[in-house]
């Protein structure tokens, strides 16, 4: 991917808007974290450089988040007694999430299906625009995310800030109504947050601003921590380094869909693990991937690592001296431009045609974007590709049901050689073929016994033809275990034809084909044919 002076001046416009909007969020999630507000800096200087160094998706920016805010204030009340002990859990989370890079298991994050990824990713822009309802009426930030906000919103009657509205009204209209075709050499974004900053400092001055920004380099901290407090602070590490991982895989999924690019998932946990432990190193609050950050470095321009870079070199001049510059600038116009972008995250493009997705899938997608706005991230996510995954099995199940053929065979060829046979066989229906093919797997194992068992009592023999199955999975073993059950059931004698080695594998390791006589067994369909007509002899 080539590099030019275009692609500089997005960057550079995505690292200087996400820098202001990440300065108060980055400051409220250190206090609420219990580590202090610079602590929120820190962790922005040091997850927003390193991250995107190291890591596999080129658009995002990392910094302090919600989810990680909320566990590491867990770990400072309930694990440990000390700064440098909550800054060692960090570091050990950090170390775990490079191992788990290490170890490929980010691979897997690819087999997330596109609606979960759309209701999630719709789900975070209903978020951010309901969160920035309060500042956009002067009112402060509240807790509890998007219901928190929502739970605020009757006193907002009595407590509109008319400055305030005005600010945001004016930022929001400048964002959404900014000519494309100026977009390209500057930023909506960046053109409201100025605007709107000048608008309240020559006029409208009396809507709640910034305010102070903490000042000073962070310092080194650590220490050598005891074995007895390594085996208390593995649990926290776990829960610290999966929380960030997932979250920052999910982001980068966002980003991939929004920019047209492919993540790397492995190098992004490494990269991540990184700058977590550089971040417990410098007193900073671990972070993850950003999706509101994330989000607004794209809409600004930013499409490379560079503009993560710029992000961080820039929350460090303001912590050696800038933050004066960033002081006066309103929340309402820092929530007209994230309520722009709130919008623009939502997948329109797929809502707009929902009459048209299949039911299971709008489903999926329903849930988990309304599992996003009332509970949380991971949780949506999770619930969703549990919802996935079973409508992904009933369309299997379908398609495994249709690779099954049962019928009678006549009997001609087993009986034409007797001498009492005169005419069309009048046991035609002696022997039944149960032919498998393709994979077998859970999807449809239930039904299968439901449609194969019925069968197999209407006939003497039933041969079990594998010589055009691929695969079969734990469960559909089983499944072979007990139509072989159901045979004995019924005094129906069964011959197995033409095991390929991988199938034989797997009934082998469940210790199904050791219950199968030896002259049960066929290498082919002809030596099937054979053993089938012994059985009828007998």
Do not use: C
């Not at 805010?69 to 989370?93: D, K, R």
């Not at 209903?126 to 309060?134: A, D, G, H, R, S």
């Not at 962070?218 to 960030?244: D, N, S, W």
């Amino acid at each position: 991917m080539s590099y030019n002076i275009q692609s500089l001046r997005g960057d550079l416009f995505g690292g200087i808007t996400a820098t202001v909007v990440a300065l108060p969020v980055a400051l409220a999630f250190g206090v609420a974290s219990g580590l202090g507000a610079a602590a929120g800096l820190y962790g922005a200087i040091a997850v927003g450089f390193f991250a995107p160094m190291f890591g596999g998706t080129r658009s995002q920016i990392s910094g302090p988040t919600a989810p990680m805010t909320v566990a590491m204030a867990v770990i400072v009340t309930s694990y440990a007694s000390t700064l440098a002990e909550a800054l060692t859990v960090v570091i050990m989370g950090g170390l775990l999430q490079v191992l788990l890079g290490i170890s490929r298991i980010g691979r897997f994050v690819a087999y997330t299906p596109h609606v979960v990824v759309s209701g999630f990713m719709s789900g975070i822009g209903i978020i951010v625009m309901l969160m920035q309802t309060l500042p956009f009426l002067g009112m402060p930030a509240a807790p509890g995310g998007a219901l928190g906000a929502i739970g605020a919103w009757p006193d907002l009657a009595m407590n509109v800030n008319t400055s305030a509205f005005a600010l945001g009204a004016f930022t929001l209209a400048v964002g959404v109504f900014w000519p494309r075709g100026l977009a390209r050499r500057l930023p909506g974004p960046l053109v409201a947050l100025l605007a709107g900053t000048l608008l309240g400092v020559f006029w409208l001055n009396d809507a709640p601003v910034i305010g102070h920004v903490p000042m000073g380099l962070p310092q080194l901290h650590f220490e050598m921590p005891t074995a007895e407090f390594l085996a208390r602070a593995l649990e926290p590490a776990i829960i610290l380094a999966l929380l960030g991982s997932v979250d920052s895989l999910l982001i980068s999924l966002v980003a991939d869909s929004l920019t047209g690019t492919r993540h790397n998932p492995n190098r992004e946990l490494v990269g991540q693990g990184v700058g977590n432990v550089a971040a417990g190193l410098i007193g900073g609050l671990p972070g993850a991937g950003s999706p509101l950050l994330t989000m607004t470095n794209i809409h600004a321009g930013g499409r490379s690592p560079v503009s993560s870079a710029v992000f961080a070199a820039l929350v460090l001049a303001l912590l050696l001296g800038l933050g004066r510059f960033v002081e006066p600038v309103p929340h309402a116009v820092l929530a007209g431009i994230l309520i722009k972008i709130g919008w623009d995250i939502v997948d329109w493009r797929l809502l707009r045609r929902i009459r048209r997705i299949a039911p299971e899938h709008l489903v999926v997608m329903l849930t988990t974007l309304a599992l996003t706005v009332l509970v949380d991230l991971i949780t949506a996510v999770a619930i969703g590709l549990i919802v996935a995954g079973m409508a992904h099995a009933r369309q299997l199940e379908g398609l495994e049901l249709d690779s099954v053929v049962s019928v009678p065979l006549l009997d001609r060829i087993f009986l034409a050689d007797r001498e009492d046979f005169v005419g069309d066989d009048p046991y035609s229906a002696q022997v039944g073929l149960v032919k498998l093919m393709g994979r077998f797997t859970v999807a449809s194992a239930h039904k299968l016994v439901t449609a194969i068992g019925a069968d197999i009592k209407d006939h003497e023999v039933v041969i079990f033809d594998f010589s055009d199955a691929t695969s079969l999975d734990d469960s559909a073993a089983m499944l072979v275990d007990r139509l072989l059950e159901i045979a004995e059931e019924e005094n129906t004698r069964y011959v197995i034809s033409t095991l390929p080695d991988e199938i034989r594998e797997v009934l082998d390791a469940l210790g199904i084909l050791q219950k199968v006589p030896a002259a049960s067994l066929a290498a082919s369909p002809d030596e099937a044919r054979e053993a089938a007509r012994a059985l009828l002899d007998e």
